[in-house]
């Protein structure tokens, strides 16, 4: 039987329904019936949904609207990886506001999910302070209900496998949006000072034009959690964005920007295959490998200039007493 011997009420309520995004989108280049069908908001609505709920907030589902294809437009965006090398414009549109929408899971259950509107209005303070956004207050501790016993290590092991994360950051004006997260951690470590677990999820970029060419920029989310003792449930404590150089350290109000809105632009790869998250793991143990040699080069270019200055310093000493002796 030809597709299009089926009625378009059992297409679009008994079929297109049970697919992914992928899959649909696949579909509507099948024929351009499908096409039609396919390309119905309410569908690519449920799905961004199912995939992020966060994005049923009035304000996303606002900002959406704007998108040239609506929430079609948006999974297009927010699905796939963007492409590693951004081109950062050294005039960007002047946005007064970035929405961020967050979703947090454990083998698949929804543990946390916020949506965060930064104000990003250009102004001295917001221009050369470092960037940073919190989505969760000081002390402020979010329960859930995954459980965990045993040892330390088998439960890090277990975050590491099973948490995942998705960062949606949407430009109102240029009406795009980029999930920055490497969807599962890339790092995940027990912080011995306060007993906590902290996660990384990053995604490592190679600017042009920002401060130096071929300049690694990572945008890096960093996740606190904890355990209570007596019950063994799991709770969130902190969770922030920070766009950092290749010297770990956070980039002003304007380059951020600058990075964020060349990656909300940049070209999108085809797919996030089940591989995506260990070759982002791999790219940011690359960054960390540079930036660690960054850094011994620094301190051996250090070293080597207080040894000129004493060396200097011991030769003007023999110089002045040859001088007073004789």
């Given amino acids: 039987m030809a597709i299009a011997e089926i009625h378009q009420d059992i297409i679009q309520t008994h079929i297109l329904t049970r697919l992914s995004g992928q899959t649909l989108a696949a579909a509507g280049c099948a024929s351009s019936l499908l096409q039609s069908l396919c390309s119905d908001e309410k569908l690519w609505s449920d799905i961004c949904s199912s995939n992020w709920p966060s994005t049923d907030d009035p304000l996303v589902k606002e900002a959406i609207s704007n998108f040239p294809s609506g929430h079609r437009s948006f999974f297009s965006d927010s699905f796939p990886s963007p492409s590693h090398r951004v081109t950062v414009n050294s005039s960007p549109p002047q946005t007064s506001q970035i929405i961020s929408s967050v979703d947090l899971r454990y083998h698949d259950e929804l543990v946390f999910s916020k949506i965060e509107s930064t104000n990003t209005t250009p102004s001295d303070w917001f221009q050369s302070s470092p960037f940073r956004i919190d989505l969760l207050e000081p002390k402020e501790l979010i329960p859930s209900v995954v459980k965990f016993s045993g040892d330390d290590q088998v439960m890090q092991s277990n975050l590491e496998k099973h948490m995942t994360l998705s960062w949606i950051l949407i430009d109102p004006v240029q009406n795009r949006a980029v999930n920055l997260s490497s969807k599962k951690p890339v790092s995940v470590q027990r912080n011995w000072l306060t007993d906590e677990i902290e996660l990384t999820f990053a995604f490592v970029a190679v600017s042009d034009g920002c401060r130096h060419d071929n300049d690694y920029v990572n ?77 011994e080069m620094m301190e051996r270019r250090e070293r080597r200039l207080d040894m000129v200055c004493v060396a200097s310093g011991i030769a003007f000493l023999m110089a002045f007493w040859s001088f007073a002796l004789y």
């Fill in 219 to 295: 945008c890096n989310i960093e996740i606190t959690c904890g355990v209570k003792r007596s019950s063994g449930e799991l709770y969130v404590c902190g969770m922030s964005l920070t766009v950092q150089d290749i010297d770990g350290k956070c980039l002003s109000g304007k380059n951020s920007m600058a990075i964020l809105q060349g990656l909300t632009v940049a070209d999108r790869r085809r797919k996030r295959n089940s591989g995506g998250g260990d070759e982002l793991k791999v790219r940011y143990e690359e960054y960390i490998q540079k930036r660690r040699e960054r850094k």
